[in-house]
């Protein structure tokens, strides 16, 4: 958890917290900074006593977009050939859950991080938006593909066609985000959602987070089917027996992620 530039990484007991940390430039996402950010949480992935993942910014700003200075002078021939912004999804591998708590500006690429995550929590101040268009490019990690999922297609055309922002009751509202708090208490509501998940079977919660992330993929028979038999697999865990009996001898649960 240590040797980075761009953001600063932290245990919270069980919770890995990574805070983009490049405010000079409103944490505008750099091939560095992503660089960075995969390998804290794929650390964290590996941390067995990481139950669950926060990724941060700051007040003033989640991530104010791909990085504009990085990007301006590529050519066609260097996107195409290095696959640009292939290695940003990588969080999306990620089996544990992971909380965009976001604040300030989430623009463009910044907006479609919050959304490669699997809960976003808005401070009350949060903006959203995909202002590609105004750059003469358009969404290049997923902003065209999950914004509809989340809010729909005419929200979504209206947001990437026009460049406007959303503010975060907005946001909330259309469904992007799962709530807003206040600004300065933003940390403090993502680590208790963070820590109630932690405090459950890591097998069973990335169980739960790969049926549910499944029907992005798949058709709703295909789902429901597949839901079924992780459903299923559960029984052949101790955590399923544990969970259970816990509840018939009204006592806690001790869990151990087998
Ligand atoms: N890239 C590089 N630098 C940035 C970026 C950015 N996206 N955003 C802000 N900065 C820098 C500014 O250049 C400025 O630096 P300097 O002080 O050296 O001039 C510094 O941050 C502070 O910014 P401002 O002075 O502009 O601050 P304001 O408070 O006046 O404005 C805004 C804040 C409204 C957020 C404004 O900075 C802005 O509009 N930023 C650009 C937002 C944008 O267009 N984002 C989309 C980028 S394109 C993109 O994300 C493509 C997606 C590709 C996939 C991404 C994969 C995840």
């Known amino acids: 958890t240590t040797g980075f530039q761009n953001i600063l990484v932290e ?15 409103l944490n505008a996402l750099s091939d560095g900074l992503i660089n960075e950010i995969n390998s804290a ?17 700051s007040e003033k700003a989640f991530a104010a977009g791909a990085d504009i200075k990085e990007m301006e002078k590529k050519t066609l021939a260097e996107a ?54 105004k750059l003469g490019t358009i969404p290049g990690c997923g902003g065209t593909q999950r914004l509809i999922r989340a809010i729909g297609k005419s929200k979504a055309m209206e947001l990437v066609l026009t460049g406007n922002n959303m503010n975060a009751v907005e946001a909330e509202k259309a469904g992007l985000v799962s709530r807003v708090v206040p600004a300065e208490e933003l940390l403090a509501e993502a680590m208790k959602t963070a820590e109630k998940i932690a405090s459950y079977s890591q097998l069973t919660v ?53």
């Open 11 to 25: 245990k919270k007991g069980k919770v890995g917290v990574v805070t983009l940390n490049r405010p000079k430039a």
């Open 80 to 133: 195409y050939n290095t696959d640009m912004l292939a290695q940003w999804h990588d969080l999306t591998y990620i089996r544990k859950p992971i909380i965009a708590a976001v604040n300030g500006y989430a623009l463009g690429g910044g907006c479609e991080l919050a959304m490669m995550c699997d809960i976003i929590i808005a401070g009350d101040k949060a903006v959203f938006g995909q202002p590609e268009i």
């Open 41 to 57: 949480v794929k650390q964290f992935q590996e941390d067995k006593e990481v139950g669950s993942i926060i990724i941060t910014g």
């Open 206 to 258: 990335s169980m739960a987070k790969e049926a549910v992330n499944s029907s992005y993929e798949l058709t709703l028979k295909e789902g429901i089917h597949f839901e079924r038999r992780i459903f299923h697999a559960t029984f052949g865990t101790h955590d399923q027996k544990e969970g259970m009996s816990a509840f018939v001898e009204k006592r806690t649960p001790t869990w151990h992620n087998k």
